[in-house]
């Protein structure tokens, strides 16, 4: 009898999880920030950059590198909406309000302010690709898109961008695979997508306002809407409504390889399409505030950002993540 209770003893130990041992969960890394987070991307789990709203003391920009989070000066004012770079250049990109836009060096850990476009345009998108940078905005005074394209050190707009589209409304993201193969959203209803034969504006089934859009070797999803919800999703040039029921208004998204994606928005929002079904995790922490950009590292961490978004500047900084735990001081 003792050596059957040691053997089941010993069964029990090696059935139960090691208490030092982390687990992937849900959870608020920040939250309450002074200035809402606005922007995130990474080119790893190790290498992780947030950038948002300037509340009096230049914009929230943060760097995580694995072990630690800096918060970095970048000498500028201004509320900054979006970040990106590339896994294989040592340049980030950081845009935003009065034509800000940041050029970011690791080598140097230093940053430039790259001129070009105007001080009226609110840069709500930046994206490299190819060596190729693009800028996307509208006047804070009005209702024109702008797309800029990086030529030398400047930002020059690109003339060739149909009129209609761009008197129909801001542009907020850009986002491609190739030099060759662009997607621009905004509120105009249509996206515009570039090809070797330069852009084109391509009807989307609901003529509703797209905020984001990114996608992987196949497809391009924009997310969007107004109090309701919108997912549309592109092959090629065919872009079909790929909406779920029960949406909320969607702010961000991020499509992996695999072609599973993430969306956040509204009231805490978090989807997730895997194969042809969506679902809304468990265990996400509770918040009536909005997740505003959302990035899924190689290693499936996701890391979701916002705050308080309806009132400028925007406060109340969140990061939301899914993954083991990670330090939450800077």
Known sequence: MLRHAIVLCLLVIACEPDPGTPSNRWEHVFSDLPGALLGVWGSGADDVFVVGADVGEGPWVLHYDGDRWRRL????????????????????????????VLRYDRDRDAFTRVEGVPAGVTVFGVFEVGGEVWAVGGEASGSVGHAYQLQGDVFVEDASIPSEVEEAGHFFKVWGRAPDDLWIVGLGGKMLHRDAGGWRAIDTPTGRRLFTVHGNATIAVAVGGFATGLVVEAIGDTVQDATPPALKQLNGVWVEGDGTVVAVGVEGSVRERR????????????????????????????????????????????LLRYGEPIPNTF
């Open 73 to 100: 000066n970048t000498g500028a004012t201004g509320t900054l909406w979006w970040v990106s770079g590339t896994s294989s250049s040592a340049r980030v990109w950081m845009s935003g309000q009065a034509g800000l």
């Open 275 to 318: 194969g042809s079904i969506w679902s809304t995790p468990s265990g996400l922490p509770a918040t009536l505030d909005d997740y505003h950009a959302v990035y899924v590292d190689p290693e499936g961490g996701v890391w979701a950002v916002g705050g308080f978004l309806v009132v400028e500047p925007q406060k109340d900084g969140m």
